[in-house]
């Protein structure tokens, strides 16, 4: 008896061509949805390059933009305000990633006196702009603004990577510059390395800040952040942001310098009894004082030193230190 050869199984055409079209949608629909294969390669009216916008939003996830809240503000020629998604519609728990960068002119001294900034001892600052978690700055050419400082802001997941969030915004400036004529000769520069945060230190008796003779006798612990051109100390009473006690800065940042002295309300001197510009070691040096919780609590309980002569007693210990 001879066994019939066997025969290999084969599929219809059609059905082959079906399987091969949907697995073609398929992954062209991931690559649409989950990738930034078929997007836009210039973001936020061309100042950001998608490129870049993925270094800072790591992961899988389409890239897109929209105006930010400020979108209607008129802030002349530098004016941007962008928000940057990243996000995976296919891919369960991914979420989405928001980059905010925005333009705007501020007060020079900005990075130094609260507001929607962090306290300056917690900021890596470098030429020309600072770095804290999820957040940095870049200050545009002097010439982008007749008055007050420009910068270019960003607010990004926390976990970004503080080098490649100023990267792209040392980018975004240039090009903002080209876009509104105001270009130095030299492009901005990104910093090679940005420094890590300082720890939170217990503060020496006699010797707050690192300053001798500069006494805070309410103040335990403190944190120094010195970049060379830009120093800052905040005190505490204790641990916890509570505890604030006051925070004491300087730079001789050039492009931070030349912001102050073209801004709202500059007299020469500085802007108000604790926002000061002097010369140290032929340099103009600016000094700055931002108190907490902790010493207005104290002013009525234990004596502090009213603010202005807290901010002296600050000045006269940094004399040896910059040469004033």
């Not at 998608?50 to 002349?76: H, M, N, Q």
């Amino acid at each position: 008896m001879t066994t019939p050869p066997q025969r290999a199984a084969t599929f219809p055409r059609k059905s082959l061509a079906a399987t091969v079209t949907a697995a073609a949608v398929l992954s062209g629909l991931h690559l649409w949805l989950n990738t930034n294969t078929f997007a836009d390669s210039a973001l936020c009216g061309g100042v950001v390059t998608a490129e870049a916008a993925e270094e800072v939003l790591t992961g899988a996830g389409r890239i897109s933009d929209r105006p930010g809240p400020r979108s209607g503000a008129d802030d002349g020629k530098i004016g941007l305000d962008c928000v940057i998604e990243r996000s995976a519609a296919a891919l369960p728990g991914s979420g989405t990633q928001r980059l905010h960068i925005q333009a705007t002119s501020e007060r020079g001294d900005f990075a130094f006196t609260g507001g929607r900034w962090p306290d300056a001892s917690t900021v890596s600052f470098f030429p020309g702009g600072g770095a804290a978690s999820g957040r940095a700055w870049v200050q545009l050419p002097e010439a982008c603004t007749a008055a007050q400082a420009g910068l270019v802001e960003a607010y990004a997941p926390d976990r970004a990577d503080p080098g490649t969030l100023v990267r792209l915004l040392t980018a975004t400036a240039n090009r903002i510059g080209t876009r509104a004529g105001c270009t130095p000769p030299a492009p901005l520069a990104a910093p090679d390395r940005i420094a890590p945060a300082a720890p939170q230190r217990l503060a020496t008796a006699g010797s707050a800040c690192g300053l001798p003779g500069f006494t805070l006798p309410a103040v335990l612990r403190e944190t120094v952040q010195d970049s060379g051109a830009t120093w800052s100390c905040g005190t505490a009473a204790g641990e916890g942001a509570e505890q604030a006690y006051a925070t004491f800065s300087t730079t001789r940042d050039p492009a931070v310098i030349a912001g102050i002295r073209k801004s709202h309300g500059f007299t020469g001197q500085g802007f108000d009894a604790t926002h000061t510009v002097t010369e140290c070691s032929g340099k103009p040096t600016y000094f700055a004082m931002e108190t907490g919780f902790r010493y207005t609590e104290s002013l009525g309980t234990t004596g502090a030193p009213a603010p202005r002569e807290l901010f002296t007693a600050f000045t006269n210990a940094a004399k040896a230190k910059f040469g004033c």
